[in-house]
């Protein structure tokens, strides 16, 4: 059964034309995270929510944004996507552990490929 | 600047010996490292993992070992198989639920 589902898996925009990944999770997981992926690269982490709270990473361009309406979805927003933009998108969930209980993982999602044109 | 570093890209080994596979990271304050799998086409999969306290966990034919002084953990598979063929990313996790992976390591098991 899938656990955390990425749609869609493939994505071509135009270079400008903003963009809207999608994720969903039926972990009932507080915590959603969004990486960027680029080849042979590290996965790199751009933002997380902590239930509703809104973590940005400090080097994450102001072109990416995210939403995540309820404990379900979570959604990465490209504004004005550039050909640098191009990578893996991966949605990974975790369920939050107090200082001192550190024992649980992210679970992943299959990430969805942005080509931009 | 990269906080999770894995110096060796790929990786071969035959069938039934041990594979090893390393990690180093730079900041002190990672308190639980992790180790993923990732088959092409898909997202990373949890394989193992190990709190900052210990020095070493164990599941089947998969040790994490943790060096807290030298910054060093490392992946041992035995006896390898050639299902174990995939890219092995190392993780490590901060107190504020942040994560940072490594670049990753690509296995192959020759049968």
């Known amino acids: 059964d899938a656990m955390v589902i990425q749609n869609p898996r493939y994505q071509v925009t135009q270079f400008g034309k903003p963009v809207t990944l999608s994720c969903s999770q039926t972990?009932?997981?507080?915590?959603m995270y969004w990486y960027q992926q680029k080849s042979s690269q590290a996965p790199k982490l751009l933002f997380h929510y902590y239930d509703k709270d809104f973590n940005n990473e400090a080097d994450t361009p102001d072109n990416f944004q995210s939403r995540r309406p309820n404990t379900s979805f979570c959604f990465l927003d490209i504004r004005s996507p550039g050909l640098g933009d191009a990578a893996m998108y991966l949605c990974?969930?975790?369920?939050?552990?107090?200082?001192?209980?550190?024992?649980?993982?992210?679970?992943f999602g299959p990430g969805t490929r942005l080509t931009v044109l | 600047d990269q906080q999770v570093k894995q110096n060796s890209p790929s990786l071969s080994v035959q069938e039934g010996r041990i594979s090893i596979l390393n990690c180093d990271y730079t900041n002190s304050m990672f308190d639980y490292f992790l180790w993923y799998k990732k088959y092409p086409a898909e997202g990373p999969t949890f394989l193992i993992s190990i709190s900052s306290i210990k020095d070493k966990n164990e599941d089947g034919r998969f040790t994490v070992f943790l060096n807290k002084s030298a910054k060093h953990l490392s992946l041992h598979i035995v006896p390898s198989q050639p299902g174990d063929s995939a890219v092995y990313f190392c993780a490590a996790r901060n107190t504020g639920n942040q994560f940072y992976f490594g670049t990753g390591t690509s296995l192959t098991v020759i049968p």
């Open positions: 990974a969930t975790s369920r939050d552990t107090l200082a001192g209980a550190a024992t649980d993982t992210q679970y």
């Open positions: 972990l009932n997981h507080n915590v």
